[in-house]
């Protein structure tokens, strides 16, 4: 079996990989397609050796079907389709037993502080487990995962119908933000500063402004009759758009800071306090976005296929990973299986 495994110094490789049986309570996952993020690219370039274990098989963004199941696990048949949702918590910490296990105090995300998904066969607790819809391609299934983050923010954001929201930052978890507050009758508005990523934007049927515009807050005020956003979120990771977020949101308008921001932001708290702002902060999601999130993509709402450009083998994952950095993607799949190269 193969993997691709983060080595250190920024060193990715093509491994062989030997698998195990999965153990009591596991499921054993024949990996389908692995979607690569901006997390996975902090851990390629190296940005992240303070807290990973190398080699690192990482990988999070995952669907497959069921290979084999471990000791006293039922209800995954071999071939079913799922999913994974790449957390675990211990139980036992005070975010755990304040019901939000999902910001564990000593969380593990798999895939990062664990053993992820770009393997050919990879064991994980069958607690994480999702099923799947039989039609759902399994394609599209490896969207689940950054779709149940848009959801979660959208749900943290408490949004109502007609609101006005901007998504600062039209990259794929901005986009998808963008596509999960419109259908919950959210009017969206996407600041992007990349054309490219503009273009393609625009071409779901959102409005699209360039945020480093002179008359980009100008706009915003004009759209709402100069009242402001009812939501802004903060995508981008940016420290202007920071700074951008709170002059744009309107009185008691409600900021979500969705984006892993690398060092300490200014943040303009006259602002928060003349206007009676809400800063919000989401992070991952619990189980219930996953499950939204699959209805989502099962019932077509995601435009996965506009959103996957491109599909790599494991061998072109730093390749991939090099056209994420320079921006030339949205979204690209590494075909784990190998059966898209067949």
Known sequence: MKGTAYEGAGS?????????APAAGEVQIAV????????????????????????????????????????????????????????????????????????????????????GALQQRWNVPAAIVLPLPAGLDLRTAALVEPVAVAVHDVRRAELQIGDQVVVLGGGPIGV????????????????????????????????????????????????????GADVVFEVSGAAAAVRTATALAKVRGTIVVVAIHAAPREVDLQRVFWRELRLLGARVYQRSDFERAIELLDGGVIPAQELITGVVPLEGTADAMADLAAGRAMKILVDVAGQEQA
């Open 176 to 227: 998808l933000i963008a596509v999960v507050a419109r259908h919950a009758g959210a009017r969206v508005v996407v600041a992007e500063i990349d054309a490219t990523r503009r273009d393609l934007v625009a071409a779901l049927g959102f409005d699209v402004l360039d945020p480093s515009d002179t008359g980009f807050a100008a706009e915003v005020e004009r759209r709402t009759g100069g009242a």
């Open 32 to 115: 389908a397609y692995c979607g690569l993020c901006g997390t996975d690219l902090h851990i390629a370039h190296g940005n992240m050796d303070a807290r990973v274990r190398t080699p690192l098989i990482f990988g999070h963004e995952a669907s497959g079907t069921v290979a084999a199941t471990g000791p006293g696990v039922t209800g995954f048949p071999a071939g079913a389709p799922v999913t994974v949702m790449p957390l675990l918590w211990d139980g036992t910490c005070a975010a755990c037993l304040a019901g939000h296990q999902h910001i564990c105090q000593n969380l593990t995300f798999v895939g990062i502080d664990s053993p």
């Open 12 to 20: 990715l490789r093509t491994v062989s990989v030997e698998p195990s």
